[in-house]
T-cell receptor
Framework: QQQVKQSPQSLIVQKGGISIINCAYE??????FPWYQQFPGKGPALLIA?????SEKKEGRFTISFNKSAKQFSLHIMDSQPGDSATYFC?????????????FGKGTKLSVIP | KAGVTQTPRYLIKTRGQQVTLSCSPI?????VSWYQQTPGQGLQFLFE???????NKGNFPGRFSGRQFSNSRSEMNVSTLELGDSALYLC??????????????FGEGSWLTVV
């Protein structure tokens, strides 16, 4: 199975709140999990990424939590700001497959309201 | 360092025509991948090229093809365009290997509208 399931589809958060987006995967060969942020009219931009040998990675206000046994990972955006309003995609890659193919979730449209 | 450059940014084609999209990867990157993005299907992998060889291919019909040149620049071609081919076509590049070998960078895409 190559699917990556992402939820919720859309999310509205007040300024200063915490935004949480969840993803689940089935392919245990996946070994690289990036999150991408996409603004309207732009290509996806790499936000943060994690490998399954760590349970958490933090970069500024963005944190990835990873649960290998549950095959789930999530993105937490602390102190959410209106400028964070964008669509967020989780993705996964099987590095052992010898390819740079990313399998993406369907995306979460985040709206941060003042 | 320049990012991934895609041309043209916008184009309108008629059903039955063909289209060629171009991608210049980040300097030094040897892997180039292509993705199709639509509201309904999200981001779907088309194919990946490395050192002028197709390394992997997604589940798309043979009308979708690509190639990579010796300077790592890549083109993708869609023949006999259908209305459903209207999408944002994204190119991504990666250095392939090393500490940042997994990092994949996207261009801003080429918006294709088929009428």
């Amino acid at each position: 199975q190559q699917q990556v399931k992402q939820s919720p589809q859309s999310l509205i958060v007040q300024k200063g709140g915490i935004s949480i987006i969840n993803c689940a995967y089935e392919n245990t060969a996946f070994d690289y999990f990036p999150w991408y942020q996409q603004f309207p009219g732009k290509g996806p931009a790499l936000l943060i990424a994690i490998r399954p040998d760590v349970s958490e990675k933090k970069e500024g206000r963005f944190t990835i939590s990873f649960n290998k046994s549950a095959k789930q990972f999530s993105l937490h955006i602390m102190d959410s700001q209106p400028g964070d309003s964008a669509t967020y995609f989780c993705a996964a890659r099987d590095s052992g497959a010898g390819s740079y193919q990313l399998t993406f979730g369907k995306g979460t449209k985040l709206s941060v309201i003042p | 360092k320049a990012g991934v450059t895609q041309t043209p940014r916008y184009l309108i084609k008629t059903r039955g025509q063909q289209v060629t999209l171009s991608c210049s990867p980040i300097s030094g990157h040897r892997s180039v991948s292509w993705y199709q993005q639509t509201p309904g299907q999200g981001l779907q992998f088309l194919f990946e090229y490395f050192s002028e060889t197709q390394r992997n291919k997604g589940n798309f019909p043979g009308r979708f093809s690509g190639r990579q040149f010796s300077n790592s620049r890549s083109e993708m071609n869609v023949s006999t365009l259908e209305l459903g081919d209207s999408a944002l076509y994204l190119c991504a590049s990666s250095p392939d290997g090393g500490a940042y070998g997994n990092t994949i960078y996207f261009g801003e895409g080429s918006w294709l509208t088929v009428v």
